[in-house]
């Protein structure tokens, strides 16, 4: 069993940017691919990016490649997710997962956070 608590959210202008962390229980974490999804209102959740067990290799979506940035500490048990340069359509509820699996796929998360909201200003 893995807890996900996601922490960092909030309101910032366009062009701003944000840290999320997700904090995750258990002595399991480090066993885990790890990815972040956002969901806007109306809409399906969507793959922001993923991160490897050791977190040496990363995966993003082409709307935030360059912007944003993954990355793990197996020590604290934490993934986080930096967000730089947003825009108003980043405004979403950001969520963390744990994957044995597809980074890409909901369906291949065994473990989800509570989420995050995150609401970009024009």
């Known amino acids: 069993q893995v807890q996900l608590v996601e922490s960092g959210g909030g309101l910032v202008q366009a062009g701003g940017s944000l840290r999320l962390s997700c904090a995750a229980s258990g002595r399991t974490f480090s066993s885990y691919r790890m990815g972040w999804f956002r969901q806007a209102p109306g809409k399906e959740r969507e793959f922001v990016g993923g991160?490897?067990?050791?977190?040496?290799?990363?995966y993003y979506a082409d709307s935030v490649k360059g912007r944003f940035t993954i990355s793990r500490d197996n020590a604290k048990n934490t993934v986080y997710l930096q967000m730089s340069s947003l825009k108003p359509e980043d405004t979403a509820v950001y969520y963390c997962?744990?994957?044995?699996?597809?980074?890409?796929?909901?369906?291949?998360?065994?473990?989800w956070g509570q989420g995050t909201q995150v609401t970009v200003s024009s």
């Open positions: 997962g744990s994957t044995g699996g597809s980074y890409y796929y909901t369906d291949a998360y065994t473990y």
């Open positions: 991160i490897s067990r050791s977190g040496g290799s990363t």
